[in-house]
């Protein structure tokens, strides 16, 4: 098969995204070097093409004052990792003066992070997220290009998720690197996290049916070929939902019903025969999925996890651990006071819990359970500010170019405040590429 050099770039691309997905999202420091030597090649190979370089030109010219803060934001993580005298360390960061006083380490020299090697892998992952955007622009700049990824996720998510109910109906062993510690009632497939693995299904089903909407609506002359993609692309769609349903999560479940929910209301807008085409395939899904698979497979778990949500946040258990979701985000808010100028460090809030918690068997917490919360403690308002700065000024025009934004806007909203995925590096890369891409190409 001959194959331009846009499409080998493509695939490549998507190769990237596949390895995520089968690392748990990304969410190690092995992973994320590796993924940066990725991205980092495949920037070089496409910056070599003229064409893509006045893509990306373009793009530098249209998004200057934006590219300008992010960039201030990477030179703030970096002075959060480069060792400082002690002394001046009282200016920048007086609770992690006071921590090394407590140990009575005689050292001269500290960074502001509390953990500077996994602040500097945050920091690669802050690169590779950036390289992610100008790829994004170079390579995917028609609209055909954009349904290819949506034919991608399609099939990554009922791959992911036709492994992830076939570990689950087996007890979820544990398989080469696929370890599943704690969720053994639930489908997690190459992820630790139910809800992480849940929400990268969704993903995959938003993007599913965004490919069987528009093609809905779109009359092309190769009929047969579409109509097999759509047949393929709907068989897809069942997996990625028995997937999500399987997993319990709360949150992916929740998203799930809204998702759908969003795609049948839209489709009542325009009330023509393509629509109400679509509109039949989103009821079938709805049906299958929620009233047949999830008797099939069994729901309880789930029914039960939504009653007792009160309990879980105010009183019993989280999870694992013996301290509630609500005091680890007490937690969280109590160090935001402490670290609240220059932050703590990327990837730092395990080492911080663990100074406040160390009988770490008992109590245990790697992240905050409020993404809005661990950005914030871990950035300061400085670095916080920085981020927020470039990213307002990228989207702030284009963040409601489309209908589907205000869907992602919403589940950016829960995520920040109830969750910790957006931590996550694959997570994070599937919200940037929807955004850039959830709009008409020119």
Same mark, same amino acid.
């Given at each position: 098969?001959?194959?331009?050099?846009?499409?080998?770039?493509?695939?490549l691309f998507f190769f990237i995204i596949f390895i995520y997905s089968i690392f748990n999202g990304g969410n190690s420091?092995?992973?994320?070097?590796?993924?940066?030597?990725?991205?980092?090649?495949?920037?070089?190979?496409?910056?070599?093409?003229?064409?893509?370089?006045?893509?990306?030109?373009?793009?530098?010219?249209?998004?200057?004052?934006?590219?300008?803060?992010?960039?201030?934001?990477?030179?703030?993580?970096?002075?959060?990792?480069?060792?400082?005298?002690?002394?001046?360390?009282?200016?920048?960061?007086?609770?992690?003066?006071?921590?090394?006083?407590?140990?009575?380490?005689?050292?001269?020299?500290?960074?502001?992070?509390?953990?500077?090697?996994?602040?500097?892998?945050?920091?690669?992952?802050?690169?590779?997220?950036?390289?992610?955007?100008?790829?994004?622009?170079?390579?995917?700049?028609?609209?055909?290009?954009?349904?290819?990824?949506?034919?991608?996720?399609?099939?990554?998510?009922?791959?992911?998720?036709?492994?992830?109910?076939?570990?689950?109906?087996?007890?979820?062993?544990?398989?080469?690197?696929?370890?599943?510690?704690?969720?053994?009632?639930?489908?997690?497939?190459?992820?630790?996290?139910?809800?992480?693995?849940?929400? *990268? !299904? =969704?993903?995959? #089903?938003?993007?599913? /049916?965004?490919?069987?909407?528009?093609? $809905? @609506?779109?009359? +092309?002359?190769?009929?047969?070929?579409?109509?097999?993609?759509?047949?393929?692309?709907?068989?897809?769609?069942?997996?990625?939902?028995?997937?999500?349903?399987?997993?319990?999560?709360?949150?992916?479940?929740? *998203? !799930? =019903?809204?998702? #759908?929910?969003?795609? /049948?209301?839209?489709?009542?807008?325009? $009330? @023509?025969?393509? +629509?109400?085409?679509?509109?039949?395939?989103?009821?079938?899904?709805?049906?299958?999925?929620?009233?047949?698979?999830?008797?099939?497979?069994?729901?309880?778990?789930?029914?039960?996890?939504?009653?007792?949500?009160?309990?879980?946040?105010?009183?019993?258990?989280?999870?694992?651990?013996?301290?509630?979701?609500?005091?680890?985000? +007490?937690?969280?808010?109590?160090?935001?006071?402490?670290?609240?100028?220059?932050?703590?460090?990327?990837?730092?809030?395990?080492?911080?819990?663990?100074?406040?918690?160390?009988?770490?068997?008992?109590?245990?917490?790697?992240?905050?359970?409020?993404?809005?919360?661990?950005?914030?403690?871990?950035?300061?308002?400085?670095?916080?500010?920085?981020?927020?700065?470039?990213?307002?000024?990228?989207?702030?025009?284009?963040?409601?170019?489309?209908?589907?934004?205000?869907?992602?806007?919403?589940?950016?909203?829960?995520?920040?405040?109830?969750?910790?995925?957006?931590?996550?590096?694959?997570?994070?890369?599937?919200?940037?590429?929807?955004?850039?891409?959830?709009?008409?190409?020119?």
């Amino acid at each position: 098969m001959n194959l331009t050099k846009n499409k080998k770039y493509q695939y490549l691309f998507f190769f990237i995204i596949f390895i995520y997905s089968i690392f748990n999202g990304g969410n190690s420091n092995i992973v994320i070097q590796v993924n940066f030597i990725f991205v980092s090649l495949l920037f070089f190979l496409c910056i070599k093409d003229k064409n893509y370089y006045q893509h990306l030109n373009k793009f530098f010219k249209e998004n200057k004052l934006s590219i300008f803060f992010y960039f201030l934001f990477l030179i703030y993580l970096l002075f959060q990792i480069i060792p400082i005298p002690i002394e001046n360390l009282k200016f920048f960061s007086i609770q992690k003066f006071n921590i090394l006083n407590q140990l009575n380490l005689n050292i001269s020299y500290s960074s502001i992070s509390l953990s500077p090697s996994n602040s500097f892998f945050q920091l690669i992952n802050f690169i590779t997220l950036f390289t992610f955007v100008l790829i994004i622009k170079m390579i995917f700049y028609t609209e055909r290009h954009k349904f290819r990824f949506y034919i991608f996720l399609s099939f990554l998510g009922a791959f992911s998720s036709f492994v992830a109910v076939l570990l689950y109906l087996k007890g979820n062993p544990d398989l080469f690197f696929i370890k599943n510690s704690f969720y053994k009632d639930s489908s997690t497939g190459f992820f630790i996290n139910r809800t992480v693995f849940s929400l *990268f !299904l =969704l993903f995959c #089903l938003v993007g599913s /049916l965004q490919y069987l909407k528009i093609y $809905n @609506n779109v009359n +092309n002359k190769n009929n047969n070929k579409i109509f097999f993609k759509k047949i393929y692309v709907r068989i897809f769609v069942i997996f990625i939902c028995i997937g999500i349903i399987t997993s319990s999560s709360r949150i992916g479940n929740f *998203f !799930l =019903l809204l998702t #759908l929910f969003y795609y /049948l209301i839209q489709s009542y807008f325009i $009330n @023509n025969q393509q +629509n109400t085409s679509f509109r039949n395939i989103v009821f079938l899904i709805l049906f299958f999925d929620i009233l047949i698979v999830g008797y099939y497979f069994g729901t309880d778990q789930l029914i039960q996890r939504f009653l007792f949500l009160n309990e879980e946040f105010l009183i019993s258990k989280i999870e694992h651990q013996n301290l509630s979701r609500l005091q680890i985000i +007490n937690f969280g808010l109590e160090n935001i006071k402490k670290f609240y100028l220059f932050g703590y460090g990327p990837g730092s809030f395990e080492t911080l819990f663990q100074i406040d918690y160390p009988n770490t068997e008992e109590n245990f917490a790697n992240h905050a359970h409020s993404s809005l919360i661990q950005f914030i403690g871990e950035f300061g308002f400085i670095g916080f500010t920085l981020l927020i700065l470039s990213i307002f000024k990228f989207f702030w025009h284009k963040i409601f170019f489309d209908k589907l934004n205000i869907l992602l806007l919403v589940f950016l909203f829960v995520l920040l405040s109830f969750d910790f995925s957006l931590h996550i590096p694959l997570i994070q890369i599937l919200f940037i590429i929807f955004f850039i891409l959830n709009k008409k190409i020119e």
